[in-house]
Each structure stands twice: as C-alpha cells, then as structure tokens.
C-alpha cells in the first residue's frame, strides 16, 4: 500500500460507507414483515381478536352471577368504565396467569375498584357453574379486598348462546377443542366505556398499569383520573394493532434518526461523486 493513503483516503471508502449507511437506514426504517407459520395447527389459526372499537356489547343478554342469580351485562355497565375479560374458569394453561396478571395491575392502581371503574370476568365455558364463578372470585378478589369493594369484580357464567352472542360482539375468536378438551382462545383485556362500548383492547397476559390507567381515563372520557394523567394522554398514543400504549417522543426519536442518516448519506454521496469528477 503506498504512503499516500495516509494523507488520501481511496476513492472506495466514502462509496462503502454510504452503503453501510444506506443499508443500516433500510434495515432502521423497515417494518418487520408478518410471516406465515404454517406450522400452526389449524384449530389455533382464526383464534386471536377482532377489533371491534366502538362496539356495543349486548347489555340485555343474560348470565348467572357467582351467587347462581340470572343478571344482565347491563346490571353492571352503568356509567362506569369496566374492565372485562372472557376465560374459562377450568382453565389450566393461561387464564390463571392473565387472572393474576389483571388483579396485579388492578390492585396496583390509585383508581378505586367499584367506585371508578368495576371488572366482569365472563367464562366463555358453557359447562362452567355459579359455584366455579364463586370459588374463582375468591381466590382473586378476596385477597385485594382491603383495596377496592369486594363486590366490584363480577365473574359470570352463561349458557352456549349468550356466550357467543358476547364474544362476537367483542370480537373474541375462540375454538374448542376435543382431543384436548380445552378452549383455545386469546389472551386480553377488554376496557368499555360507561354506556357499554369498547373503548380499548389490552393484548397479551402482561398489563401495565400505566396502559389499564390510560385505558379507564379514556373510557369515562376524563371523568376519572387526574390531570396529570390527562398529561400523559398527550405523551403516549394508543396503537390499536397492538393493544399498547406507546411513547410519541419514539416516533419523532425515529424520525430524527431517519433525517440524520439521509443528511450522512448525501453528503457522503457528495463527497463521492467530487471524488470521482476529480479522478
């Protein structure tokens, strides 16, 4: 190699750093695509959510309450925001991990269960009894009693035709299956408004508080809350596509990120081109 690279770089290099560059943009810059797997067995395939925001959930379909009295959806639903959830109280794969889950952030929350909001679990298990409802209820609701009403987490039981009018109301896809003799479905939180319709959906088994919080002020339409939460309402956004609420500042983060590689890479790309007129 001679001397004068020392004082010159080759003509190659600002060329391979601005692919570098270019790549590394492209790479920042593209979505991660949605693939296929089709290793997945078909009864999983349709099982997920349907978004349905704005929904109304049929408020005069019946169910029975733990206690094995017939109640309306609408019993519960009256001017409050609720958190509901759809399981199967026999269930001993997930549902015992979301129930744990949704009680954690609930009980983690400065909002007051039953005063500001209330919470409906439905069992979407036609062979599930009052007195499941009832054993289940007091594993989850008695020992956060000291910080919310006791009467504030309903968990209901329906027949086959009222369970399916809800969940496809709310968009819930489940499928049942034989061999196993168990409810393949999805894991979520649905957050309604005081009139009954959704407000939100919450994915996953893990729930922030500060997304059920977000949830809860927006579903009462500022009626609860503080100003301070109507303060992070202007910092964080809903994404609908994930059930999450994340940070704006990201996004300007990424485009800032995305201005400074294309200013790096014209100018390298200048620099180049000078290079080559001048060789």
């Known amino acids: 190699m ?84 759809l399981n199967d109280f026999d269930c001993p794969n997930l549902c015992p991990l979301m129930l744990d889950s949704i009680a954690q952030s609930m009980a983690q929350l400065t909002l007051t269960r039953g005063d500001q909001y209330v919470a409906i679990t439905v069992s979407i298990n036609p062979r599930d009894t009052p007195l ?68 939100r959906y919450l994915y996953g088994l893990d729930f922030p508080t500060r997304d059920l919080r977000l949830a809860l002020v927006e579903a009462s339409l500022g009626q609860i809350g503080s100003p301070v939460d109507q303060l992070l309402l202007t910092c964080y956004h809903y994404d609908p596509s994930l059930g999450r609420y994340s940070d704006r500042a990201m996004g300007w983060i990424r485009l800032g990120g995305a201005a400074i590689l294309l200013g790096l890479a014209g100018f390298l790309g200048s620099l180049w081109y000078r290079d080559l007129r001048q060789g």
């Open 132 to 199: 499941v409802a009832a054993q289940t209820r007091q594993r989850y609701v008695l020992p956060a009693a000291a910080a919310a009403h006791t009467d504030s987490w309903h968990f209901l039981t329906g027949d086959a035709g009222g369970i399916a009018a809800l969940t496809k109301a709310v968009g819930f896809s489940y499928a049942y299956d034989p061999r196993q003799d168990e409810y393949a479905h999805p894991t979520g939180v649905i957050v309604l408004t005081g009139e009954g319709q959704i407000a």
């Open 2 to 85: 001679s001397s004068d690279w020392r004082t010159k770089p080759p003509q190659y290099f600002p060329s391979f750093v601005l692919g570098v560059l270019c790549v590394s943009m492209m790479a920042f810059l593209a979505p991660v695509p949605a693939s296929a797997d089709e290793s997945v067995p078909p009864i999983l395939r349709d099982v997920g959510f349907v978004n349905h925001l704005g929904a109304r959930l049929p408020l005069n379909q019946t169910f029975r309450d733990e206690r094995g009295q017939l109640v309306r959806l609408g019993d519960y639903v009256r001017g409050k925001p609720v958190v509901l959830t």
